[in-house]
């Protein structure tokens, strides 16, 4: 679960880095083709530099917490719940078993 968690903050931030650098590279296509200055440029650069900073928010463990619920991850007690659950659905075979084998000995008795 921590390696999903870590590829989903990856992707949040490759996709971030990722938008950055669109910018920049249009920031850049627009200097090159004289739609803006080199001044305008910077000055845009720069502003979404900031915007990037200032919208960053470090994750809290709650809002961690909230991300796995909202995703419709299996808790802890899911889990537990789902091995207790396999553990008397196997004891329930396991006994159909015993008693299968038992009546089919009793048929071969029979038989005989």
Known sequence: MMSQLKKLLLAGIGSATFTYEKASSFINEMVEKGKITVDEGKELSEDLKKSIKEG?????????????????????????????????????????????????????????
């Open 56 to 112: 960053y928010v470090p994750l809290t463990k709650t809002d961690v917490k909230s991300l796995f619920e909202e995703m419709n991850f299996a808790t802890k007690e899911d889990l537990y719940a789902v091995h207790e659950r396999l553990n008397r659905i196997e004891d329930t075979l396991y006994n159909d078993e015993e008693r299968f084998i038992e009546l089919e000995e009793e048929v071969e008795e029979v038989k005989e």
